[in-house]
Antibody, heavy 117, light 112 residues
Framework: EVQLVETGGGLVQPGRSLKLSCVAS????????MSWTRQAPGKGLEWVAS????????YYPDSVKGRFTISRDNAQNTLYLQMNSLRSEDTATYYC??????????WGPGTMVTVSS | DVVMTQTPVSLSVSLGNQASISCRSS???????????LSWYLQKPGQSPQLLIY???NRFSGVSNRFSGSGSGTDFTLKISRVEPEDLGVYYC?????????FGAGTKLELK
């Protein structure tokens, strides 16, 4: 059974940093691209970052480019999201998602990040 | 960026009736590899999104055949036949043909 479990969320002050983790199980992690997607409270979904299966390439929207870094440790079956210079508009639930070739299929339960002074 | 416009914003249906949701993209979602990377998700209250349809018209594993997707280019539709209580929630379309990947704003399906 595919499982994705995110951790690392919490309350952080504007301008500070936070690192999220996602532990994967139930599939061969290094065969899949992975992504982070977020959802602000009561709002829609926003794709945040993707990484290739080897970790050699990464992709971001302009809203987080230069502030967020996606990475992975294939030996530990773990995906990361390093978030720097956090803003109030980064407040959201962050989901770890598996990327198949044709679809983003499995999502974790999410971890909540609140950016507030 | 590709803008995904979903209509309606909310949809009130009676159990057993059909529901239809439209998603229009600001540019064609046909990829140079010949695929159209348009997916539909349902997010039930308090849950993560779940994949229903991929490549515009393919049902994901385990999804009821009451869900069907159609469309090409810039116009796409999700149809739900014989709506059941477990179908209620917010539906999102999502394109991953063009970077940055983008979602529609969502359509809330409610009971009449």
């Amino acid at each position: 059974e595919v499982q994705l479990v995110e951790t690392g969320g919490g309350l952080v002050q504007p301008g500070r940093s936070l690192k999220l983790s996602c532990v994967a199980s139930g599939f061969t992690f290094n065969n899949y691209w992975m992504s982070w997607t977020r959802q602000a409270p009561g709002k829609g979904l926003e794709w945040v970052a993707s990484i290739t299966n080897s970790g050699g390439s990464t992709y971001y929207p302009d809203s987080v480019k230069g502030r967020f870094t996606i990475s992975r440790d294939n030996a530990q079956n773990t995906l990361y999201l390093q978030m720097n210079s956090l803003r109030s508009e980064d407040t959201a639930t962050y989901y770890c998602t598996r990327e198949g070739y044709w679809y983003f299929d499995f999502w974790g339960p999410g971890t909540m990040v609140t950016v507030s002074s | 960026d590709v803008v995904m416009t979903q209509t309606p914003v909310s949809l009130s249906v009676s159990l057993g009736n059909q529901a239809s949701i439209s998603c229009r993209s600001s540019q064609s979602l046909l990829h140079s590899d010949g695929n159209t990377y348009l997916s539909w998700y349902l997010q039930k209250p308090g849950q993560s999104p779940q994949l229903l349809i991929y490549l515009a018209s393919n049902r994901f594993s385990g999804v009821s055949n009451r869900f069907s997707g159609s469309g090409s280019g810039t116009d796409f539709t999700l149809k739900i036949s014989r709506v059941e209580p477990e179908d209620l929630g917010v539906y999102y379309c999502f394109q991953h043909t063009h970077l940055p990947y983008t979602f529609g704003a969502g359509t809330k399906l409610e009971l009449k």
